[in-house]
């Protein structure tokens, strides 16, 4: 456990590692398996890859500054809980009858080249029918099921670290 937790390089090269890892995944769903993404899917997606960019300039930036270290941990967390709301809503719109499915969105290239950035925004966080469309799944978890779990992972993981953060900092 040791090994994981107690260096700040290695904290931000695990959680960059986690987003490349579930980058790909998504990726790899989208241009070989052919599944077109939805609105609340690009926005999770968002989440992931500011958790990589977070991470990313962790590892840039000199980690012995302890508060600087914690900022960049819970910059992290709110990234994780943001997607995990996502993931959430997401959910949500999967588990309602057919009945009570929002109406289908058009395109988002189309939103973006039609609509203000704020009603887009606003569009997509609430979601349409599109997003409750359940177009893969594994062992009955659905994509949005699955990056809760990867979000949860590493809020667990961010916990961690910060719960072990002063003895961490002692150590470099």
């Not at 579930?22 to 070989?32: D, G, I, K, Y």
């Not at 960019?53 to 819970?74: D, H, P, Q, R």
């Not at 809980?81 to 959430?88: D, H, N, R």
Request: aromatic share 10%.
């Amino acid at each position: 456990m040791e090994l994981i937790t107690k260096n700040p390089k290695r904290t931000f090269s695990i959680l960059l590692i986690l987003s490349l890892g579930m980058m790909s995944v998504a990726l790899f769903m989208e241009h070989f398996l052919q599944l077109k993404p939805c609105i609340l899917c690009y926005m999770q997606r968002g989440a992931v890859i500011l958790i990589g960019v977070i991470s990313a300039l962790g590892l840039m930036i000199n980690s012995k500054n302890i508060n600087l270290y914690k900022v960049m941990i819970s910059s992290v967390l709110v990234c994780v809980f943001s997607g995990a709301a996502l993931s959430i809503r997401q959910l949500y719109l999967q588990s309602l009858p057919a009945d009570l499915v929002p109406s289908c969105a058009p395109d988002i290239d189309y939103l973006f080249s039609t609509l203000p950035f704020l009603e887009v925004l606003i569009l997509a966080f609430s979601g349409d029918g599109n997003c409750a469309e359940v177009l893969w799944s594994f062992m009955g978890i659905s994509i949005p099921g699955w990056l809760l779990i990867g979000f949860v992972c590493i809020a667990v993981y961010c916990f961690l670290i910060l719960k072990n953060v002063n003895e961490i900092h002692s150590h470099i």
